[in-house]
């Protein structure tokens, strides 16, 4: 059994690597990949589970890394907005999000395009209501969700 | 946040006798998607997390005509809502989990943990409020903002429930499997939830060390239709300000038996047997349904903010009922 203050080993594979690092069973997947790993393309807003900021693909799911406990994370797979697309060679997503006007501000944009990855995974031909609900769990507060739900649903049509 | 140990349990009795020493001061994890957040509003403290998902075998689904379906306590939401036999065969319970927060949330959140979650009363979540839930003296609702709290069966506390799982399970009479130190006992979910007047501090009979291991719902007749109906304040995601879950046994145009549980008016999942009365052994007409929804809110007394809720349950309830009768609005 893990004793309090005493860190645990933690082995996961992260953006096709697998790595190994010490962490205290209180802290979230979302602080290691951010300060231990230091991730942080992955964002941190409310920490509760409300706005998506934080969202990274585990095992081939959507999840809110705020409330995964790293040790949760136990031999997974965990995919984060770094192992999308590099800067001179984009994801169709990022691309697509770049055309069509889907980025304000920013902060809300890695999170997003998490999510819709792992829609566009399982269901790579979305109708436009599927868009509405894979994104269901990302807050956006500049652009008023349209230009999104376009850009991922261009890339749908390619 | 305090300081916590994590334990990955072996097997269902290696949890149980964990969970069971150190009064209390141990929880069982699941998906976490509630209880994180708890520890971090600071009013939960646990020394001891133990996880369950370590436990093999505890998140299968399987469906058969004559034992019907059996749900594991740590089947995911978004399992649930894929699984085709429940689509099938039970499509209220799959469009309750749906209608569950996001997929993120639906991704981590286990079946088991949606019964099991705590209230969303923003009192209780707000470490500053020592409210009756957290063993203090006041429920903080009463002179304080009500517009989510209950209009049936409150007090001393005035939660609503947040599960939309559970109304729907509830109506298509599904039944616990509870392990604890003790042994195993299946309890009917109609017995599961525990009102304000019996115990304020929890929403369930759960005892300490106590876990759900599986969640059996019963074969249901074929003319069976159901449906879950739930009304949010945001569309894209919210908990119910209201909702219906309804299974009606059909024949024909009459109803031979009405099942209806409502959600986020009452401090447990509340079954409308007053409706159920009405509408059993009747054809289902809108006069009918309005009858019957009236009976549902008879007993009804809103606080200061809340009294939107009778007419909106109203409604919710006619709506659902229609809907699984196949009568057109
Ligand atoms: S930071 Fe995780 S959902 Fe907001
Ligand atoms: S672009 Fe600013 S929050 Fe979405």
Same mark, same amino acid.
């Given at each position: ?37 230091? /991730? ?10 409300? +706005? @998506?900021? #934080? !969202? ?5 799911? &959507? ?29 169709? /997503? ?10 304000? +501000? @920013?902060? #809300? !944009? ?5 999510? &819709? ?42 | ?329």
């Amino acid at each position: 059994m893990t004793k309090d203050k005493n860190k645990t080993l933690l082995s996961m594979k992260v953006n096709g690597k697998p790595l190994e690092v010490m962490v205290n069973p209180t802290w979230t997947l979302l602080r290691v990949l951010r300060e231990e790993l230091r /991730l942080t393309g992955t964002k941190k807003g409310c920490e509760q589970g409300d +706005c @998506g900021l #934080c !969202t990274v693909i585990l095992d081939g799911k &959507a999840v809110n890394a705020c409330l995964v406990l790293a040790l949760q994370a136990e031999s997974k797979e965990i995919e984060t907005i770094e192992g999308l697309g590099k800067e001179d060679n984009l994801h169709p /997503l990022q691309k697509s999000f770049i055309e069509n006007g889907a980025v304000q +501000c @920013g902060f #809300c !944009t890695p999170g997003i395009l998490m999510s &819709a990855e792992a829609l566009l995974r399982k269901n790579p031909k979305p109708s436009v209501d599927e868009i509405r609900i894979g994104i269901s769990g990302n807050l956006c507060r500049c652009t008023g969700y349209s230009k999104i739900i376009k850009a991922i649903n261009a890339v749908t049509k390619k | 946040m305090k300081a916590f140990a994590y334990y990955n349990a072996k097997n269902l009795d290696d949890a149980i006798a964990v969970l069971s020493d150190g009064g209390g001061q141990s929880k069982a994890l699941a998906g976490g998607t509630d209880l994180l957040g708890e520890i971090k509003n600071r009013y939960v403290q646990p020394d001891r997390l133990v996880n369950l998902k370590s436990i093999r075998g505890l998140d299968k689904i399987s469906y058969s005509g004559s034992a019907g379906l059996k749900i594991g306590p740590l089947a995911t939401l978004t399992e649930i809502t894929q699984n085709k036999d429940i689509k099938q065969k039970y499509p209220g319970l799959a469009e309750a989990a749906e209608s569950v927060s996001s997929p993120q949330l639906r991704n981590m959140g286990t079946i088991g943990g949606n019964i099991c979650q705590r209230p969303r009363c923003w009192y209780y979540r707000g470490e500053e409020y020592p409210c009756i839930r957290k063993f203090g003296g006041t429920c903080f609702a009463v002179s304080g903002r009500n517009k989510y709290h209950c209009i049936l069966n409150g007090g001393p506390c005035f939660i609503v429930h947040p599960s939309d799982v559970a109304p729907m399970l509830m109506a298509y009479r599904a039944r616990l499997a509870v392990k604890g130190r003790s042994g195993e006992k299946e309890v009917a979910m109609d017995d599961f939830f525990v009102l304000p007047t019996d115990d304020s501090t929890k929403e369930n009979i759960l005892q300490a060390g106590e876990l759900i291991t599986g969640i059996n719902v019963p074969p249901q007749p074929p003319n069976m239709a159901g449906c879950y109906l739930k009304f949010k304040e945001r569309e894209s995601r919210d908990f119910a300000l209201v909702s219906a879950a309804v299974a009606l046994e059909l024949d024909g145009e009459a109803c031979r038996q009405a099942s209806i549980v409502l959600g986020g008016v009452s401090p447990v999942p509340h079954r409308a047997v007053e409706a159920e009365q009405i509408l059993n052994g009747k054809a289902i007409t809108g006069e009918l349904v309005e009858k019957a929804a009236d009976a549902a809110l008879a007993d009804a007394s809103p606080m200061d903010e809340n009294e939107y809720k009778i007419p909106l349950t109203k409604t919710i309830l006619k709506r659902a009922v229609l809907r699984a009768a196949g009568v057109g609005v």
